[in-house]
């Protein structure tokens, strides 16, 4: 367990990180023209749009753009590409290979969340995505363009704690392990909408907003796998990949096909607001960029497509369905983050945020025992890159010359280092936050604070 969070520690701050894309919806009567969203698009350095058809306007908009792009065949049409391969490479023909690889279409998602939809469209799906398969194959395509199916977590039969992730049982053998099988045969991956929102919204009296919004928290140990979790979004992505798992797919890979956070909503829809759409997507933003998978999978760097571009006035349902917009139709932001890990460098925005509060500190639990710690304190002082010289012998800080000391030293460095990055002080449960500058810690509740004050209070 510790080695696992130890990767995922050393990937989430070193290694090239996950890539960000956008949703494209259009249910609304006042946005700009396709050609102005794509110059949108390429200002704001988004590299991956995931629109809802394959409509001619925008696929000729995004020819020579240098921009990827996921289409759709929609519910509607599952039947006909199911019961017809001469539909479904007659709707390949005209809607992939009219525009590719001018527009460099990377993806088709065959339906969207098909097992909530109403119409029972569920008995479609895997011919479709078969069909529209071989109709790339006739084409030549299907090396350069995937096939998949975006699911919703509503797919899931169990999703809390993420260790006992489960498909729905009805689901799994007529879908899922076909399903499953068929991404694996054509190198395709599975497509996710996560949505933590959903979850706050309907337990916000036990779901910590912090924990929801990837701020400075605790974290959450699973009880299945020993991991904490310090994200709701990490958390939900594992439930999906221990359903894989489970089912002896572990080979697959995973793109959030959507996520988001709604800057508005009605008064019953708790946790909608402007701040919190902010920090949802800018430090979803920062968290993927920065590199790392998740605490099951660290090597896992994801692809994830914000959603919305806009601000959808004509969509159903509650106000927050109409709020997920990055930007108003009149291409201003809805509020200012950053896509891009140059973006990243140069943002001071209140909307990324790393910590929730600058003046926080990191270190060792007592409880994790020296052998965790003297792992932990290798770490930081090696490849995590601590500053680590104050605790060499002879040093101002060498004494008191204890694992636990020299581990709080090095843990504070290393989380300080690193600007308080979510997660960056846990080294496998070996270390936690406090508020409180150490020296203001009664020597009853830890006993090496006054060791902390002199040594690590500047850290």
Not at 225 to 243: E, M, P, T, W
Not at 246 to 270: R, Y
Request: with cysteine; glycine share 8%.
């Amino acid at each position: 367990i510790f080695f696992l969070t130890l990767i995922y520690n050393v990937y989430f701050f070193v290694a090239d990180g996950g890539s960000i894309g956008v949703n494209y919806g259009r249910i609304a009567d006042n946005l700009p023209s396709a050609v102005k969203v794509v110059q949108l698009l390429k200002s704001q350095g988004l590299s991956r749009v995931k629109v809802f058809d394959a409509d001619p306007s925008v696929l000729r908009s995004l020819a020579g753009s240098g921009i990827k792009v996921t289409v759709d065949l929609p519910n509607e049409m599952l039947s006909s590409a199911a019961k017809k391969p001469s539909f479904a490479a007659a709707w390949v023909q005209r809607n992939v290979a009219a525009y590719h690889p001018a527009t460099e279409i990377e993806a088709i998602a065959v339906g969207n969340e098909v097992f909530v939809d109403t119409h029972n469209t569920t008995k479609f799906l895997i011919q479709a995505m078969r069909n529209i398969h071989q109709a790339l194959v006739k084409s030549n395509l299907h090396s350069a363009i995937k096939v998949s199916s975006p699911i919703a977590l509503s797919a899931l039969q169990n999703s809390y704690p993420s260790s006992a992730g489960s498909f729905r049982q009805e689901l799994v053998e007529p879908v899922f392990r076909p399903m499953l099988e068929f991404l694996r045969e054509t190198g395709s991956y599975l497509m996710v909408n996560a949505y933590p929102f959903f979850a706050y919204e309907a337990n916000s009296d036990v779901i910590s907003l912090d924990y929801a919004l990837f701020r400075e928290n605790p974290g959450n140990v699973d009880a299945g796998n020993g991991l904490r979790y310090f994200s709701l979004f990490d958390a939900q992505i594992d439930a999906v990949f221990a359903a894989m798992s489970a089912l002896k797919f572990d080979d697959i890979e995973m793109v959030v096909s959507e996520t988001g956070w709604p800057s508005k909503g009605d008064g019953t829809e708790i946790g909608a607001s402007v701040a919190n759409a902010a920090a949802y997507n800018g430090n979803l933003v920062r968290r993927i960029l920065t590199g790392g998978g998740t605490p099951l999978r660290p090597k896992a760097d994801l692809t994830v497509y914000l959603f919305a571009l806009f601000n959808e006035d004509d969509k159903n349902g509650p106000t927050s369905e109409r709020n997920y917009g990055l930007f108003y139709p009149n291409e201003e932001k809805v509020y200012d983050i950053p896509f891009t890990s140059e973006g990243l460098k140069k943002f001071t925005g209140g909307g990324v945020s790393r910590s929730t509060t600058r003046n926080t500190w990191c270190v060792a639990s007592g409880e994790a025992g020296e052998e965790k710690l003297q792992a932990a304190l290798d770490f930081a002082c090696g490849e995590g890159g601590a500053d680590c010289r104050q605790i060499q012998p002879g040093a101002a800080c060498f004494k008191p010359n204890t694992v636990e000391a020299h581990a709080s030293f090095a843990f504070n460095s290393y989380y300080q280092r690193n600007e308080r990055a979510g997660g960056s002080c846990y080294f496998g449960g070996a270390a936690y936050v406090v508020a409180q500058p150490p020296s203001a810690y009664s020597r009853l509740i830890h006993p090496l604070s006054r060791y902390l004050f002199v040594c690590c209070g500047k850290c």
